[in-house]
Nanobody, 115 residues
Framework: QVQLVESGGGLVQAGGSLRLSCAASGTIFSSYSMGWHRQAPGKQRELVAGISSGGNTNYADSVKGRFTISRDNAKKTVSLQMNNLKPEDTAVYYC?????????WGQGTQVTVSS
């Protein structure tokens, strides 16, 4: 059974930093692409950053230069370093794992940025 568990969310002031982590279990982690998505109240879930099984990354325009996604295949984790946070980054952040046949989601972690 595949499981994704996020951690690292919280409350931070604008300009601050947070690091989100997602630990995977129950599958061969290295063969999956990974991503972080977020959903703010009243808005659709959106892709924040993605990283392929080969390590290629992509980012939403709104976070380029501020957020960095990385993965550790040995530890089966994917992380999102978030710097210079803005109030508009406030959302529930979800970890996503995508393979050939399936997509899995974590339960989400709340990030709140105060102005």
């Amino acid at each position: 059974q595949v499981q994704l568990v996020e951690s690292g969310g919280g409350l931070v002031q604008a300009g601050g930093s947070l690091r989100l982590s997602c630990a995977a279990s129950g599958t061969i982690f290295s063969s999956y692409s990974m991503g972080w998505h977020r959903q703010a109240p009243g808005k659709q879930r959106e892709l924040v950053a993605g990283i392929s099984s080969g390590g290629n990354t992509n980012y939403a325009d709104s976070v380029k230069g501020r957020f960095t996604i990385s993965r550790d295949n040995a530890k089966k984790t994917v992380s999102l370093q978030m710097n210079n946070l803005k109030p508009e980054d406030t959302a529930v952040y979800y970890c996503r794992m995508t393979g050939v046949m399936s997509t899995y989601w974590g339960q989400g972690t709340q990030v709140t940025v105060s102005s």
